[in-house]
């Protein structure tokens, strides 16, 4: 099972992330504000890291059952976040925009 947080464009908490769940023993993978976790579920730790590193202005949303969002407390509806209709990743339009073209498609 792999496991997906996405961070919202935020790099540097995405960062933050990828070494707290390393030195918990997660194998954690990072491709810009996406953190992508193998093998173990994660909610827990998530919720952990946003108290250990006090990070109490963040928010954690489970977008469905593989995918999470890790953000500033915003309004999911204010993220203006959008899924792609090709893999499913959900991702700002703008994200979605540039991602798209990783499927051939763009102009
Ligand atoms: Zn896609």
């Known amino acids: 099972m ?3 947080v996405y961070c919202v464009e935020d790099e540097e908490i995405a960062r933050d992330l990828e070494n707290y769940l390393s030195k918990h023993g997660f194998k ?12 173990k579920e994660i909610k ?3 919720e952990s890291f946003i108290k250990d590193t006090n990070k109490i202005e963040y928010e954690v949303l489970r977008s469905d059952p593989q995918t999470f969002v890790l953000a500033k407390m915003l309004r999911p509806e204010k993220l203006n976040l959008q899924r792609c209709e090709f893999c499913g990743r ?6 979605l925009f540039v991602h798209k ?5 763009g102009f």
Not at 28 to 39: A, C, P, Q
Not at 90 to 95: H, K, L, T
Request: proline share 0%; hydrophobic share 40%; charged share 30%.
């Open 2 to 4: 792999t496991y997906v």
């Open 28 to 39: 954690v993978e990072i491709e810009g504000s996406l953190v992508v976790i193998h093998e």
């Open 44 to 46: 827990k730790e998530l």
């Open 90 to 95: 959900i991702a700002s339009e703008q994200e």
């Open 101 to 105: 073209k990783t499927h051939g498609i």
